[in-house]
């Protein structure tokens, strides 16, 4: 600690000045969108993030234009939603066992299930996904079908089974989105960006 030890907010400021300089700088971003690509290269403590990450022209306002109207943020796991700031949206999860039953009986994982069974709340909602390319795809079937439009799609799961291929068939959606290209991703990049964004809306804390 007296070697390396900073305080906490000397860490952060010191962190994110290094991430500034990874970032391209032809990447057309706006400043906030800069600064959620920061926030999730340094929640994931890897500067490759940077040249890898994609953000929808549209993404930022649209996404807090909903947290400021308290739309809600469904997260595809217990472990994007407990990462996020407290705030005044509600926050749903996918992966829940209220859903086990209807995940069981369609043959798909909770997470696809999960998200299906929070339609209505992913309309004009904000989905937060970090871990499972499933919940990512099931939300992208129900898009297309015209069953629910979110207001923005964090969409970085991680892993190496169809976590890129959902990835990139998010990105051929017209609706609003940030992910990262690849394998790479998982649930502290998602909430990181959901968290970036909070902040950059000024949201106060409530009760989820």
């Known amino acids: 600690m007296d070697r ?4 906490p907010v000397e860490i952060e400021a010191r962190s994110l000045q290094l991430v500034e300089g990874a970032i391209p700088a032809c990447s057309g971003w706006t400043s906030e969108a800069r600064d959620v690509v920061k ?6 403590g890897d500067l490759a993030l940077a040249g890898l990450a994609h953000v929808h022209p549209d993404a930022v306002d649209a996404g807090l234009e909903a947290i400021r109207a308290g739309a809600p943020i469904v997260c595809d796991v217990r472990m994007v939603a407990t990462g ?3 705030c005044a949206n509600p ?10 039953t209807d995940a069981t009986a369609a043959g798909i994982t909770r997470a696809a299930a999960g998200m299906r069974q929070l339609a209505s709340d992913l309309e004009g909602g904000l989905a937060v996904i970090g871990n499972a390319p499933t919940a990512l ?10 069953i629910c439009q979110p207001a923005l799609i964090i969409g970085v799961p991680v ?10 068939e998010l990105m051929k959606r017209a609706t ?7 394998s790479r991703g998982g649930s502290p990049v998602a909430a990181a960006a959901m968290n970036a964004l909070l902040l950059l809306a000024g949201s106060q804390p409530g009760q989820t």
Do not use: C
């Not at 926030?39 to 994931?44: I, T």
């Not at 892993?159 to 990139?168: H, L, M």
């Not at 609003?176 to 690849?182: A, K, L, N, R």
């Open 4 to 7: 390396y030890g900073l305080p």
């Open 39 to 44: 926030r999730m290269v340094y929640a994931a």
């Open 84 to 86: 996020l700031r407290a």
């Open 91 to 100: 926050v749903r999860v996918a992966v829940s066992t209220d859903f086990s």
């Open 137 to 146: 795809l099931a939300l992208l079937d129900m898009v297309d079908a015209g």
């Open 159 to 168: 892993g190496f089974v169809a976590a890129a291929e959902s990835k990139q």
């Open 176 to 182: 609003p989105f940030i992910t990262v290209e690849g």
